[in-house]
């Protein structure tokens, strides 16, 4: 699944140890996901998209999505 974490969390001017700070888990968690390393859990996914003031619809993609 991709996401766009990373394209907000620079918007907002957020490190990844500080979104991590907020969603209680480590800078290597957030680094995981935003590299598509690792797919977080629903809760996770909740707290990373309300903490970039965005809908976790729009933040985290389906790879298959825009294919007909």
């Known amino acids: 699944m ?10 907002k001017n957020i490190s990844q140890g500080k979104l991590a700070d907020l969603c209680n ?3 290597q968690t957030i680094n995981a996901i935003e590299n598509n390393k690792y797919d ?3 809760q996770l996914a909740f707290d990373i998209a309300k903490n970039l003031e ?5 933040l985290f993609l389906n790879e298959k999505e825009g294919e007909g």
């Open 2 to 11: 991709k996401n766009q974490i990373k394209e907000y969390r620079e918007k």
């Open 25 to 27: 888990v480590s800078r």
């Open 40 to 42: 977080p859990s629903l």
């Open 54 to 58: 965005v809908r976790v619809d729009i």
